[in-house]
Structures are given as structure tokens and as C-alpha cells.
């Protein structure tokens, strides 16, 4: 397929694509629209913050949206001393950072990563689109692993993890975003969520996270197997009403016309008692109406992509 070296496809291939059906262009300008929480199934709300709540900077081209889903989860660092601030403004301005780098100094369209973390756990959305194209099964086009990107979805976490350890609120944060994707695009954790060393020669995503890439695995399997755990209990009925068909208890009469309220007892041989009955109402009932393939990086460029 041609590639343009912005980290996108040329007019000719993405015209190919568009002939097959296979992909759809989205203009960047409504991702504030994808809202703030993600509902789940069996979980509650995951809390991404959308490119807006950072103030991202237009992107150079409209998303490229293909219409079947990513295969591999690639887990990225971005090689970036280890910061102590874990606030939410901290995470914005790393995104706005990452965002500038990857336009102005590699020339792409957009930021490369679909997912940012920050140190202090915070999710943010990264290329345009992607919020709209995860919810919808689908998958844009990122600049994160060359050669890889049409088939794969990025997640970078701030860091660097050469040698240092991850902190407990990114991990956590890791665990329910692949937990999410899995659960979004039907991937089994152990096949799916890969490092990126695993496609490119490189060292990312340092030797301590890719380390734990086993027990990401597993993290996220017990993740979605809690969530459909909480699922099947939801869609048990209540204890307090008895399955269809249960024998009454002994001395219980069932309800039927003429015969005693439902759950009285009556002695052997009494006559269950006659309720008077209501008149009819003619009150009239009212209802209310229902009311969406990167440049090669320059050898001493800073390292904002792992």
C-alpha cells in the first residue's frame, strides 16, 4: 500500500481503500462530542479524557478510519524522565508536548499513539478520532509502530521504565485501558497485547515494563473475567420472586379468580374470604413521550514516542 511519509496513505492508496469500503475519513473537529466516561459492561464508567480537555491542536488531516478492528495492543513508553506530578494538569500539558513533537519536529499529521497515560493514571485520548472509532469497533490509522499501524492500536505511558518501576496508578490505569480495548474489540489479553519491541527493533517499552507484559496479560484477563462475572449476576432475577412454575408453600393458596389473595393462609376446611371489589377507574392514563505510516524518527530526536 502507498504510504505518505507524513504517516498516512497517499491519495492514490487511501482512494484504493475508500473503492473497497474498507475505510471512512472523519473530519478531527467534533472528538470533543465523544464525552468524558466510556460506559462498560459489567464495570463502571472507564474516565478518558477527550483531545479538547487538553486543548490538542488541529490536526493537519482528517482521521483515517478503517472499518475492522486492531489485532494487537501495543504497550509504548515515552522515554521521558520519570516526573513526580501526578495531577491531571501535568497529564494535559504532557499530551500538548507529545502532540507538538510529533507534528513540528517529525512532520506527522497528528499525535502518533491512539492512548496516552500519565504517571499519575490519567487516560487520555491521543490521535483524532479515536474515542468515535473505538466505540464503534473500528480503528484509526496511528503512526506508532512502523509497518504495524494498520493493524494495531497504541497506548503510550509516561516514563521510562529502562530500569525504573511503574508506578501503581499507571499500572492500574494500563490494566482497565486493555481491559476496555479487549472488551471493545473482542481480543483475547494473551494473544493481543504485545510490547513494542515485539514489531520494531527497539527498546521500548523499557526492560521493566516489558517485563510485566506477562502479568499485564493476566491482569486484564481477571479484569474481564470480574466484569463478566458482575454481568451474569445482573442478569440473574432477584431471590425474592419465585421462578415460574415453584410450588406454592403447603397451606398456601395460589392466585386465581375468586380465591385468596396471593400468599394468605387458610385453615383446612375455611373459606377463603371474598375481597369486595374496587370500581372501575376512568381516570384517562397519561404517558409521557420518549422524549475515526510515520516518517522514520531522526537518530538524536528526543524519544516522545518510546
Request: hydrophobic share 30%; with cysteine; charged share 25%.
Amino acid at each position: 500500500m502507498s504510504m505518505h511519509p507524513n504517516g498516512g496513505l497517499t491519495r492514490r492508496g487511501l482512494a484504493a481503500l475508500l473503492g473497497l469500503g474498507l475505510v471512512e475519513v472523519i473530519t478531527p473537529g467534533a472528538a470533543s462530542a465523544d464525552g468524558r466516561r466510556i460506559p462498560r459492561e459489567g464495570g463502571p464508567p472507564l474516565l478518558v479524557h477527550t483531545r479538547r480537555d487538553w486543548q490538542a491542536l488541529p490536526a493537519r488531516r482528517p482521521a483515517t478510519v478503517f472499518r475492522t478492528p486492531p489485532n494487537r495492543i501495543v504497550v509504548h513508553h515515552t522515554a521521558t524522565p520519570n516526573s513526580e506530578d501526578y495531577s491531571l494538569a501535568h497529564a494535559y500539558r504532557l499530551s500538548r508536548r507529545i502532540q507538538r513533537f510529533h507534528m513540528r519536529a517529525r512532520g506527522w499529521d497528528d499525535t502518533g499513539q491512539q492512548l496516552t497515560i500519565s504517571r499519575g493514571g490519567h487516560i487520555m485520548e491521543g490521535r483524532n478520532r479515536s474515542l468515535a472509532a473505538i466505540r464503534n469497533g473500528r480503528h484509526v490509522l496511528g503512526a506508532q509502530a512502523l509497518n504495524h499501524n494498520g493493524h494495531t492500536i497504541g497506548i503510550e505511558n509516561e516514563g521510562d521504565y529502562s530500569d525504573s518501576p511503574v508506578p501503581g496508578t499507571l499500572w492500574d490505569s494500563l490494566v482497565e485501558t486493555c481491559a476496555w480495548l479487549c472488551a471493545e474489540y473482542d481480543l483475547d489479553p494473551f494473544r493481543a497485547i504485545v510490547g513494542h519491541r515485539d514489531l520494531v527493533a527497539t527498546d521500548c517499552p523499557g526492560d521493566v515494563l516489558y517485563g510485566r507484559l506477562t502479568e499485564l496479560r493476566e491482569d486484564v484477563a481477571d479484569r474481564l473475567d470480574a466484569q463478566e462475572e458482575q454481568e451474569e449476576q445482573e442478569e440473574q432475577p432477584s431471590e425474592d420472586v419465585p421462578p415460574s412454575g415453584e410450588a406454592p408453600s403447603p397451606g398456601e393458596v395460589p392466585p386465581s379468580d375468586g380465591g385468596a389473595p396471593s400468599g394468605q393462609v387458610t385453615a383446612p376446611g375455611e373459606v377463603p374470604p371474598i375481597e369486595p371489589v374496587s370500581p372501575p377507574l376512568h381516570d384517562p392514563v397519561h404517558v409521557s413521550p420518549d422524549p475515526g505510516v510515520p516518517a522514520s524518527p531522526a537518530p538524536n530526536a528526543p524519544r516522545l514516542d518510546g
